[in-house]
């Protein structure tokens, strides 16, 4: 039975790795070369593999983004990635092109210190948590590309006939336009189907993780993936308070222990548990959304298993009381839900602080003025009749030019050729354009990222770290728990010209030290982020909600060499598009 791919029950296509859903999680050792190839057996799809958090350093050409850094590898042609694992921490890979990760192809990549100086773990588990779909997203790609709507019929119907739902979460903001009917822990989960008759949820195995029963004190490690398409998720085991020690492979400054812990799509966390006292039952693994109406749709469960045989668990979650509160970390908001300020306390990224080993002080210092400034409001260009709706930047959406080599070996020109108009857009005037953000080796880089929309996004960014040295969150109605305002710090107008609001002197004020390479940008927040080019190549920062991506909202950042010479892409790979042999990367691109 392990070897059958169960997702949810439903009968639909799946893309997978390797047969497995999701696909084998890789283990390497840090500072390992890492060579993985990539072969697309797919009859009609192409496809590229985006290793997210590994920096790639002198590998850009190994980043795995269909039509950026390589080609996208065609049916029957192979693709081979050789880089060096140089962080540890929890990874994960999945391909870059047309919302495939919603079909199933992802999976867990693990980088594991040479020594371990302090064996108290037990063993570990990786969980990678999915929202699943019953859609098929190269035809949802089309439709969203060509007409700015995912579905063939009227959304109308589909609401009616319970086909979708539309996820609002406790804030009032919202995710993609959801339709998601199930959440997969491991590639596992039920399908509940609320107009069955009777037995609504399908009878599919769930994932369970084996634990040892026998010795008191035993800690385990739990490495999570949010590798989802739209949703963030809310994780909890019930009577296993949660350890919470890393994220995105980087240590925090101290360990915080929760009770849930809200990951936002391609964030991981490393997390320890402790065995429960009461070790003759099993327990419930809950993953949840923050659903405002509690769709019964979006829970999955997995079984934390201390017993020999299969017993499914009867725990229940912790009462959170006035008294013993529930804390749950890395919430987008301040307060979850109405009035339940007192019973759930929520911890933003804003109590979060990376371990100092792993700060720079110069990018946190406010003195230290960066080389590069960019401000981008994340925006929703209108749908009209001459065109489809589009996430955005600045109104800007992404449009990869059409060209018959990667805009990596050719990145100077391609840039200069397809680069935007610079005209004043608004929401009913978008564009669409080779979107770049130009920085020469060694600069610092700042971003202000703000977002007005409606839904939360999810950024992160290719090839280095980014600092958080600044963040605000929108105003909330204590009453309802609802947004009522955007974070009054920064003002954008109708052409998404933004500024700090003087009277406060926000945007340099260094409230945050955080180091991530994905993270969420909340409704009505902003925040503002610092790195360094010290990775020549080209590198994506983008919204990670699969549809967003898709239909625009990425900038592409093109770190230049120290020194810049111009090498052309090996003509051995034009034609048949198999770069298992490797172009010869000397020196640089024409950055
Ligand atoms: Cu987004």
């Known amino acids: 039975m392990n070897e059958i791919i169960t997702a949810d029950g439903y009968p639909k296509l799946v893309y997978v790795f390797n047969d497995s859903l999701p696909g084998p999680v890789l283990h390497v050792y840090q500072n390992q070369t890492v060579r993985i190839r990539i072969h697309n057996d797919f009859p009609t799809e192409s496809l590229s593999v985006h290793f997210h958090g590994i920096r790639q350093v002198n590998t850009p050409e190994s980043d795995g983004v269909g039509r950026i850094t390589q080609l996208s590898i065609l049916p029957g042609s192979s693709f081979q990635h050789e880089f060096v694992a140089l962080d540890t921490g929890t990874f994960w890979y999945h391909s870059h092109v047309q919302s495939q990760i919603a079909m199933g192809l992802l999976g867990g990549f693990v980088v594991h210190p040479r020594e371990v100086i302090t064996q108290e773990e037990k063993g570990e588990f990786v969980l990678v948590l999915t929202d699943w779909q019953h859609f098929y997203t190269t035809e949802q790609h089309h439709l969203l590309i060509e007409s700015g709507q995912f579905y063939l019929n009227s959304l109308e119907s589909l609401k009616t006939s319970g086909t979708i739902d539309f996820y609002e979460a406790v804030d009032g903001s919202r995710a993609a336009e959801a339709l998601v009917t199930s959440i997969l822990i491991n590639g596992r989960g039920q399908y509940f189907d609320p107009h069955a008759e009777n037995d609504r949820s399908s009878t599919t195995p769930l994932e369970y993780l084996r634990v040892d029963s026998a010795s008191n004190n035993a800690v385990y490690r739990l490495r999570l993936i949010n590798g989802g398409s739209v949703f963030s998720m809310k994780f909890s085991i019930d009577d296993h308070p949660l350890k919470v020690i890393a994220s995105d492979g980087i240590p925090f400054a101290e360990p915080m222990v929760v009770d849930q812990l809200v990951i936002g799509l391609g964030e991981r966390y490393d997390v320890l548990i402790t065995v429960a006292k009461k070790r003759a039952i099993n327990y419930w693994i809950r993953v949840d959304t923050m659903d405002k109406n509690n769709n019964p749709r979006w829970h999955a469960r997995a079984i934390l298993q201390y017993t020999t045989d299969t017993i499914m668990p009867t725990s229940q979650p912790r009462k959170c009381t006035t008294n013993q509160p529930c804390l749950i970390l890395n919430c987008p908001f301040t307060q979850y839900g109405p009035n339940s300020a007192k019973s759930l306390i929520c911890l933003t990224p804003l109590d979060l602080t990376t371990h100092p080993d792993h700060l720079d002080r110069e990018l946190l210092d406010e003195t230290t003025i960066p080389d590069v400034r960019k401000t981008l409001q994340l925006t929703i260009v209108g749908r009209t009749d001459k065109q489809a709706g589009f996430e955005s930047f600045n109104y800007i959406g992404m449009k990869y030019p059409s060209i018959d080599k990667p805009v990596l070996y050719n990145a100077r020109r391609i840039r200069k050729k397809f680069a935007c108009s610079k005209r004043l857009l608004a929401s009913d005037t978008g564009e669409k354009c080779y979107h770049t953000i130009t920085a020469e080796y060694n ?149």
């Open 443 to 591: 600069n610092i880089v700042e971003l202000l990222l703000i977002n007005h929309d409606d839904d939360q996004h999810p950024l992160h960014l290719h090839g280095s770290y980014f600092h958080i040295v600044e963040f605000g969150l929108a105003q909330l109605n204590s009453t309802t728990g609802l947004i009522k305002a955007n974070n009054p710090n920064v003002y954008c107008d109708e052409h998404a010209r933004c500024s700090c609001t003087k009277e406060n002197g926000a945007c340099k004020k260094n409230n945050m030290r955080l180091v991530k390479d994905t993270v969420q940008l909340p409704k009505g927040g902003y925040m503002r982020i610092r790195f360094r080019a010290t990775n020549p190549g080209v590198w994506l920062f983008h919204c990670h909600t699969e549809p967003h991506l898709d239909r625009g909202m990425t900038i592409n950042i093109h770190n230049q060499y120290l020194n810049e010479i111009v090498i052309d892409y090996d003509t051995n790979n034009e034609g048949n598009n198999d770069n298992f042999h490797q172009p010869q990367v000397s020196s640089s691109y024409g950055m």
